[in-house]
């Protein structure tokens, strides 16, 4: 049992550059979500999904699409990659979004 | 939308000490409250959690109140040992169906 599988683990991009994070759970999950965490910060939200199809928008959701095309996958993309935008992603699932929240281990992006 | 406000921002005790976390919430809806501990380049871990129903949950060495009237809850670890030495955030969920976090506060504990 895999849990919440974030790919990559780490990505140094250049300015401009674009890429997609994967984030996959099998737990049957619904409600998905991905946070970014900034020294000093707590994890904000990014966009989050309440079930296949369906995505909104979270606390910082500028400079970031997300798709769920698949119930167990939720995609994250950055169009044009900023140095704002260097941060650790974790990316977190919950069957009904009100407990039970089990998160990925991370991706470490850094953009200069 | 929710707001969780967390201090002390960092807090450093004594090994055999009690260590207390405090977090205040915005939401009155909000109806669940985990803790999480957070070492150095890992992932958050649920330590305990708390719903709006139950004034206090205890886990041995730690512990968890909820006042719903003043909206705020705390995290006590008691007898405290370096291993407890991380970052740990409060969160806040409710009817929006997604955790809000407190921005963190680094334990330190001294031997």
């Known amino acids: 049992n895999a849990g919440v599988t974030q790919t990559p683990k780490f990505r140094v991009l250049k300015t401009g550059q674009s890429m997609t994070l994967l984030c996959a759970q099998d737990?049957?999950?619904?409600?998905m979500y991905w946070y970014r965490q900034d020294p000093g910060m707590g994890l904000r939200l990014i966009h989050y999904?309440?079930?296949?199809?369906?995505?909104a928008k979270g606390e910082v959701p500028d400079g970031y699409n997300v798709s769920r095309l698949k119930k167990q996958n939720f995609l994250l993309g950055l169009e044009s990659a900023a140095p704002s935008q260097t941060s650790v992603y974790f990316c977190a699932s919950s069957y009904d979004g009100m407990g039970g929240y089990t998160f990925g281990s991370g991706t470490r992006l850094t953009v200069v | 939308g929710e707001n969780v406000e967390q201090h002390p921002s960092t807090l450093s005790v004594q090994e055999g000490d009690s260590a207390v976390i405090k977090c205040t919430y915005s939401d009155s809806a909000s109806n669940y409250f985990p803790w999480y501990k957070q070492e150095l380049g890992k992932r958050p871990q649920l330590i305990i959690d708390i719903r709006s129903n139950v004034g206090e949950k205890k886990d041995q060495r730690i512990a968890v109140t909820l006042n719903k009237t003043a909206k705020h809850f705390s995290l006590h670890i008691t007898e405290t040992q370096p291993e407890d030495s991380a970052v740990y955030f409060c969160?806040?969920?409710?009817?929006?169906?997604?955790?809000?976090f407190g921005s963190g506060t680094q334990l330190t504990v001294l031997p």
């Open positions: 737990m049957n999950h619904e409600y």
């Open positions: 999904s309440v079930g296949e199809g369906t995505t």
């Open positions: 969160a806040a969920a409710g009817s929006a169906r997604q955790l809000t």
